[in-house]
Structure formats: structure tokens, C-alpha cells
């Protein structure tokens, strides 16, 4: 049973470029979040979404930043004219979403270097 | 929204020894804390987490207790082992709703040899 995959796993974008990270999630699962880690940081939550939906989107910056989960397909996060300051790894989680047993399981991460 | 504070920011620790990183949150309708194993350049990595509806549970050498009257909540490692050195990360969040984990800010964890 593969975990949650992402791709790539490192991408080099120069500023004003747009980075496009994939997200698969755990098969059965049909909850997806996106978290950022900024270097020496914690996690802080960016998005959450079901299939063609987002449910929760308080996290995410407004501008320049999207999501989607459509209803074939891996979730994508979009960044469009990247800066400097969003290089940070990214990482989604998955998860069943069925109420009292929930749980989150983090893919590998995409780490983002913006030159 | 919520806030989850964690402590203490690192934690060195003789092989053998116990070690315990404590947790608490602000929002009551918080119902769920897992706790995550950052290694470097890896993905968190879950290793133990508990609901609102126990106090205490344990798996091995992990446990976490938890104080909803307090908002807090703590994990304990017994007998550590130089692999145990990682950062540990707290979470609280509802399992209904609004889902999203809100982390603390982390533990660094060194096991000595």
C-alpha cells in the first residue's frame, strides 16, 4: 500500500517563475493538506481539501497562491511568480476523513528553492 | 484560532534516560493531539497521538497523557536510544470541521550514547 507521494521532490525556480507541486494521496484516503516548512521551523497549515473541493483555505496566502484537487488527478499547489521567500519545503498529508479515527500521514515533501 | 505551545525547544538526554516534551492549546474545542518525528530532511512521521476521550496512552516505549481541563498535553519516551534523537512536533486540532493540525514549534531531541 504506497504512502503519499509528492513530486518533485526538489524544484529550482528563478524569481517570478511559477512552481507547480503534485500531491498523491494514500489510496482510500480523500482528504488532502498542504503544510509549509519554513528551514528550522515548524509546520503551518496552507490549505485543505476533498475531491473538486477546498474546505479550508484560512492558511494560504491570497495572492499568488492556489490549490486544487481535482476529481482525477493528484492535488496540485500553484505558486506563481515565486520570491525568494517561498522557498521552504512543502509538504502534504492525507488522510480518510471519517470522524473519531482521522489521521494525517505526511508525504515526503517538495522543497522549493527560489534563486 | 488556535495556538499550541511546546517545551522545551531542545532536550539532550543520556541514552537509557526518560525524556518529555510538554504541549498545551488554547482552543477547547481542540479534540485530537497527535505527536510527529521530524528527521532531517524527512517527513513527519507519526508515532503516537491521542482523542479527547482518554487521558493516557502508550505504545511501547511512548506514551502521552493528556489534561483537557489544563489544555495540556505531554509525551513521554522511556529507555531512549541515540535513534530517538529527531525533532518532535505537538499538534491539536478538531476531527470534524475544521481539520487542520496546528503545530508547535518543536523539540530537538539528542540521545547521547
Known amino acids: 500500500n504506497a504512502g503519499v507521494m509528492q513530486n518533485p521532490r526538489h524544484l529550482v525556480r528563478r524569481r517570478g517563475q511559477e512552481a507547480r507541486l503534485r500531491c498523491s494521496p494514500m489510496k482510500g484516503h480523500s482528504h488532502v493538506y498542504w503544510y509549509r516548512q519554513l528551514p528550522e521551523e515548524g509546520l503551518k497549515f496552507m490549505v485543505y481539501l476533498q475531491k473538486e473541493n477546498i474546505i479550508d483555505e484560512s492558511g494560504m496566502p491570497k495572492e499568488r497562491f492556489s490549490a486544487e484537487f481535482p476529481k482525477e488527478g493528484p492535488s496540485i499547489l500553484r505558486i506563481q511568480q515565486v520570491v525568494r521567500g517561498d522557498s521552504a519545503a512543502y509538504f502534504c498529508?492525507?488522510?480518510?476523513?471519517?470522524?473519531?479515527?482521522?489521521?494525517?500521514?505526511f508525504g515526503p515533501g517538495t522543497r522549493l528553492t527560489v534563486l | 484560532g488556535e495556538n499550541v505551545e511546546q517545551h522545551p525547544s531542545t532536550l539532550s538526554v543520556q541514552e537509557g534516560d526518560s525524556a518529555v516534551i510538554k504541549c498545551t492549546y488554547s482552543?477547547?474545542?481542540?479534540?485530537?493531539f497527535p505527536w510527529y518525528k521530524q528527521e532531517l530532511g524527512k517527513r513527519p512521521q507519526l508515532i503516537i497521538d491521542?482523542?479527547?476521550?482518554?487521558g493516557e496512552k502508550k505504545d511501547q516505549r511512548i506514551a502521552v497523557t493528556l489534561n483537557k481541563t489544563a489544555k495540556h498535553f505531554s509525551l513521554h519516551i522511556t529507555e531512549t536510544q541515540p535513534e530517538d534523537s529527531a525533532v518532535y512536533f505537538c499538534a491539536a486540532s478538531t476531527d470534524t470541521g475544521r481539520r487542520a493540525l496546528t503545530f508547535g514549534s518543536g523539540t530537538r531531541l539528542q540521545v547521547q550514547p
Open positions: 482552543d477547547s474545542a481542540s479534540n485530537y
Open positions: 491521542i482523542r479527547s476521550n482518554v
Open positions: 498529508a492525507s488522510s480518510t476523513g471519517l470522524a473519531g479515527t482521522d489521521t494525517q500521514y
